[in-house]
């Protein structure tokens, strides 16, 4: 009989990524991961169809906090203030606990191509959710195509300083400085 | 022992496009695909590692002509005069029989999520090694990273028009087109 783990996601993932530092993604199995959790394979296919979606999971709340912010945003903000109002409301899903596990989670991506390439798709496809979300409010392309990866190409960037360690400042904060910067960026490109 | 079959590559191709719109891409197996296109499997293998590369092939080939165009912009290139050699070199490889095949190579990709993701990883590839060779012209970041963005999906844009039924611009000319779109939406972001 399933027991109540109210933490068990959170777990299995603290258990995948300290056993993919030391031995590798490859070579640990679902089978460790649970007993390292204290929990059975069961539960780990209850969270999780794989050991791939563990470390990108989260991805359809992800989404979803996209196409509501940026659906939130008030009826007079250009382009960019709705790709700010989806990335403020994404940062929503980034815990503090989220940011210690940070440093772990990078360090298997990079170690790991198959990690990396679900990774890109991971990042890839909220980036055709912020540019989907963008068509609805009337923003026809290239604009939305392009607010969307200048979105996402900044908060690509404020994650990997939320992660570093010394940085206290908020994601919410980082992402706005990185979307300013990048938005700034465009005029040196002429 | 091995035969010189100058256009094996482009027969292997084509033999896989047919049966993947006959048969669909799952049903199709690399000795059906030798056999339609009057070859070996053996020599199947040394021109592809597997059914999904097929049709992702030149990769390599693109990378360099992108970097090659862009380190060959003169010193005095703007940024996005640099993504824009780049673009012009690379359309050397799109020769007219690969037009020809556009449709059906589209096709493909569209009916199979398995060619999607490897078609969405050449091109996040090809933007990477893009900015990479913006790096080395002294571009910076994000400037180098939003430089190569729009380069993307300037030439994913172009490259839609130049497979279309009835298109009969050149793909440079497209490119061009395309990339001073995608330059002129910036100034709409705001």
């Known amino acids: 009989?399933?027991?109540?783990?109210?933490?068990?996601?959170?777990?299995?993932?603290?258990?995948?990524?300290?056993?993919?530092?030391?031995?590798?993604?490859?070579?640990?199995?679902v089978a460790q991961i649970a007993e390292r959790a204290g929990l059975t394979k069961s539960t780990f296919?209850?969270?999780?169809p794989d050991k791939r979606e563990l470390l990108v999971a989260g991805q359809d709340t992800l989404a979803t906090l996209l196409t509501e912010g940026a659906a939130g945003a008030p009826d007079s903000a250009t382009p960019m203030e709705a790709v700010l109002a989806a990335l403020e409301a994404v940062t929503a899903a980034f815990t503090p606990d989220r940011?210690?596990?940070?440093?772990?989670?990078?360090?298997?991506?990079?170690?790991?191509?198959?990690?990396?390439?679900r990774d890109t798709l991971k990042q890839v496809g909220?980036?055709?959710v912020l540019t989907e979300a963008l068509h609805r409010r009337g923003?026809?392309?290239?604009?939305?195509?392009?607010?969307?990866?200048?979105?996402?190409?900044?908060?690509?960037?404020?994650?990997?300083?939320?992660?570093?360690?010394?940085?206290?400042?908020?994601?919410?904060?980082?992402?706005?400085?990185?979307?300013?910067?990048?938005?700034?960026?465009?005029?040196?490109?002429?």
């Open 99 to 117: 940011r210690e596990l940070g440093p772990k989670l990078q360090a298997a991506i990079a170690a790991n191509a198959e990690l990396q390439e």
């Open 1 to 29: 009989m399933a027991r109540w783990e109210p933490d068990a996601r959170d777990r299995l993932v603290r258990a995948a990524l300290d056993l993919f530092g030391e031995q590798g993604y490859d070579a640990t199995t």
């Open 45 to 48: 296919f209850r969270h999780f």
């Open 139 to 190: 923003i026809p392309d290239p604009a939305a195509s392009l607010a969307a990866e200048i979105g996402m190409l900044a908060f690509k960037r404020a994650y990997a300083r939320w992660v570093t360690a010394g940085e206290t400042a908020e994601l919410a904060t980082l992402a706005r400085e990185e979307l300013h910067a990048v938005q700034s960026a465009t005029s040196t490109l002429t």
């Open 126 to 128: 909220l980036a055709a």
